[in-house]
């Protein structure tokens, strides 16, 4: 797992979840879109996800985040 989805799979201090914002998730799939290459953008995205109970939705990003920067897979 990459640092960076390893930081993003860490739970808030109360670990609650809470619903996926639809504006905002949509608002960084379209953001990707426009740059497929844009990490800090995927990552908030996957932290965004995985807060809201999505998680293969998240794992899908995590994936592409390693295939970016697969030196990154520590």
């Given at each position: 797992m990459?640092?960076?989805?390893?930081?993003?799979t860490?739970?808030?201090?109360?670990?609650?979840?809470?619903s996926?914002?639809?504006?905002?998730?949509e608002a960084l799939?379209?953001?990707?879109?426009?740059?497929?290459?844009?990490?800090?953008?995927?990552?908030?995205?996957?932290?965004?996800?995985?807060?809201?109970?999505?998680?293969?939705?998240?794992?899908v990003?995590?994936?592409?985040l390693?295939?970016?920067?697969p030196?990154?897979?520590?």
């Open positions: 990459s640092v960076a989805c390893k930081i993003a860490e739970t808030d201090l109360e670990g609650v979840a809470v996926v914002d639809p504006v905002l998730s799939e379209r953001a990707l879109l426009a740059d497929p290459a844009a990490a800090p953008v995927r990552l908030h995205l996957v932290r965004v996800l995985l807060d809201g109970g999505e998680a293969e939705r998240a794992l990003h995590c994936d592409a390693l295939q970016s920067a030196e990154d897979a520590a």
